[in-house]
């Protein structure tokens, strides 16, 4: 977090140099020629007094100009034409509460009072500023990578994305430059802990709470028979930790942390190949790409070689069940949808990221299935064709970015466009996550207000009391599987995003960022 701001101590009393050195004190009469004779005196007397008569003239013709008092306050207008709740600092706060019809506040400048008038249109809910112009865009990227050192990578390029945002130094400086707060990490922190009070003895999580020892007290239970089995659900629920910095060897969770991966082994199926199939359940590939990536994730934060194991082996597993036309479905060689493609690809990227063996044709097939479910030259994507539906495309669109599509792309830029325009969903945290991972991605400038206004609200809607406290439910059709434990996985990864991992473009590491 932010270090402590040291006591300022005035400095010691300097004493200047007087600039010139004065001349030393000498009688005068040893100065002989510092003593004018009568006729010098005449000649300095008449240009003395030419001297002063020019400068009279001058004052007179000075003060003939008639000089305005400087006001006591000034009139500064703003115009906020498309800011909801108000103007946003860099730290995402709002200072300046706007309304339709306009206001004025007064605060102090400098002991100089300032009248402040805001001017507000009509709002227009997410509408992106008006971007600036691709020249301008690539010079600033251009400059970007310069100061970078990152001289040979294309301007806009996919450069980052790891997961060194975690650590304690790196996470308070993304924490206080990419939106998050206080606030948000409190909630962070209190979902965590409704996580680990309802891990079963086992070490494993169910979408249907009932089954550990919640005993129901808890509302809003998921469906036991749900297409991800207790793999997915312990996957999931772990996930939140792994993104929060905690690991199975370091923080205040290790034990959780441990009994969840112990769990998770277990149930690790070795094929005929020598890959690992971690689903158990009807939407098994939903199970493989989510256990994958928590140990691609757990391996790459903690170096483990126990965990390498695993995590390699859900490698091979997802790369042997692609559909030869380059997505994933619930079953392995089926053809693909977009929301099991998501989490398979987020675990290839992950073991990429960690040093891990993963096949390029795979990463490559991917783009092929993007473009049978794509809408609008790619600007939006379907679930198996190319219907565009809003959480479809919030997937494809972050699948883009993850297989490489520059900053720049106009499709992309379109994309996020759709996303901005539609705005956070009440109830679907399945959209809100990826649209969050998007725009923060992204980072254009309707990034800061879309994060101050569903961070706010989901801290506004965490549960405070009794046993559901720390935890969060919404009515929607996922929610009806998922339950209260579904719902709560996805709104801690959404709030971890500031840090979870580093941003895609421009930023190699975290040097970079720094």
Known sequence: MLSEISTFEPPAEVVLPVFPPPLPEEPIEQLAWSVPRSRERLTAGGASFLLHLLLIILLAFFFSIPLEESPSEVDL??????????????????????????????TELVGMPVEVTIQSQKPVAWQPEPAASPEV??????????????????????????????????????????GGSQKSEVAVARGLRWLAAHQKMDGSWSFDHRSGPCQGHCRNPGDPGSETGSTGATALALLPFYGAGYTHSQGEYQDVMKRGLYYLGKQMILTTEGSGDFGGSLGKMYDQGLVTLLFCEAYAMTHDEELKKFAQAGIDFIVAAQHVEGGWRYMPGQPGDTTVTGWQLMALKSGKLAGLEVSSSAMYRVTHFLESVSEDKGAKYGYQNDQARPCTTAIGLYCRMLTGWNHFHPSLKRGVEHLVQRG?????????????????????????????????RLIDEQATQGHESGSWYYEHAHSEIGGRL?????????????????PLYGMANSEDFE
């Not at 800011?83 to 007064?106: C, D, K, M, P, Y």
């Not at 990152?150 to 400086?173: C, H, Q």
């Not at 579904?486 to 580093?502: A, S």
Request: glycine share 10%; with cysteine; aromatic share 10%.
């Open 137 to 178: 865009e690539q010079q600033v990227e251009v400059a970007r990578l310069v100061e970078s050192k990152n001289w040979l990578t294309p301007s806009g390029a996919v450069t980052g994305g790891g997961i060194e945002g975690r650590s304690a130094g790196m996470k308070g400086k993304l924490l206080a430059t990419r």
């Open 486 to 502: 579904y719902n709560t996985c996805m709104v801690l990864l959404t709030l971890e995003v500031y840090y979870r991992y580093m």
């Open 424 to 456: 956070p969903s009440p109830n679907d945290v399945y959209f809100n996550y990826y649209a969050t991972m998007v725009l923060n991605h992204f980072d254009g400038p309707s990034w800061p207000v879309w994060n101050q206004s569903l961070r706010d």
């Open 77 to 106: 207008v703003i115009s906020v034409p498309n800011v909801i709740e108000g103007e946003i600092t860099e730290s995402g706060e709002a200072i300046l509460q706007s309304s339709s019809e306009g206001g004025s506040h007064t």
